[in-house]
Nanobody, 124 residues
Framework: QVQLVESGGDLVQPGGSLRVSCAAS????????MGWFRQAPGKEREFVAC????????SYADSVKGRFSISRDNAKNTVYLQMNSLKPEDTAVYYC?????????????????WGQGTQVTVSS
């Protein structure tokens, strides 16, 4: 069983930056693909970014490309999402997810484990 714990969510002004983290409690973290998704009030959960087990394959939603960056530290069992140039429409609960097949991907169905989420609010 994999437990994922997100942290770092906060209230930030438009144009600001924030980094959210996801710590995994599993010895085989380095073999899992990881993804970030978000869900705004009244909307469906949507893909944000993903990274393969090695970090060699990355993918981003068009809405965040050039502003967000996903990375991982396998020694710390942690995946990060660096968010720059934040906009009010980035406001959502951000969830990390783990894919035991090592790939990740854009579909939520590809993931086996989910965290509880962390709130990111972009507002002046």
């Amino acid at each position: 069983q994999v437990q994922l714990v997100e942290s770092g969510g906060d209230l930030v002004q438009p144009g600001g930056s924030l980094r959210v983290s996801c710590a995994a409690s599993v010895a085989t973290f380095s073999s899992h693909g990881m993804g970030w998704f978000r869900q705004a009030p009244g909307k469906e959960r949507e893909f944000v970014a993903c990274i393969s087990w090695s970090g060699g394959a990355l993918s981003y939603a068009d809405s965040v490309k050039g502003r967000f960056s996903i990375s991982r530290d396998n020694a710390k069992n942690t995946v990060y999402l660096q968010m720059n140039s934040l906009k009010p429409e980035d406001t959502a609960v951000y969830y990390c997810a783990a894919d035991r097949d090592g790939i990740g991907g854009r579909s939520a169905d590809a993931y086996d484990y989910w965290g509880q989420g962390t709130q990111v609010t972009v507002s002046s």
